[in-house]
């Protein structure tokens, strides 16, 4: 089945930098697009980053310049590279993986993990 699995989550002040991973498995990374969500308390998930199968990026606004997504078909990973953080940027990150299907992309997600920023 389709696994993945974040990490590099963690505490940082304001300012700070983290790079989180996506290791996924049961799938073919390269065919998928790779989201970045976050959820914070009270507040609905939100879709922060993609990037498509052939590397083309979005990012939220709020993000823009300060976050890059990026990945690695060779090692079936993703990264968001997370630069100049904010207390805003407090949540949990959420990978997801959309694998191409006849009825539409079908999308697996990942467990979480969570980012604290403190000012």
């Known amino acids: 089945q389709v696994q993945l699995v974040e990490s590099g989550g963690g505490l940082v002040q304001a300012g700070g930098s983290l790079r989180l991973s996506c290791a996924v498995s049961?799938?073919?990374?390269?065919?998928?697009?790779m989201n970045w969500y976050r959820q914070a308390p009270g507040k609905q998930r939100e879709l922060v980053a993609r990037i498509s199968s052939a590397g083309s990026t979005t990012y939220e606004d709020s993000v823009k310049g300060r976050f890059t997504i990026s990945r690695d078909n060779a090692k079936d990973t993703a990264y968001l590279q997370m630069n100049s953080l904010k207390p805003e940027d407090t949540a949990v990150y959420y990978c997801?993986?959309?694998?191409?299907?006849?009825?539409?992309?079908?999308?697996?997600w990942g467990q979480g993990t969570q980012v604290t920023v403190s000012s």
């Open positions: 997801s993986t959309e694998e191409p299907a006849r009825g539409g992309p079908l999308e697996f």
């Open positions: 049961g799938t073919i990374f390269s065919r998928n697009a």
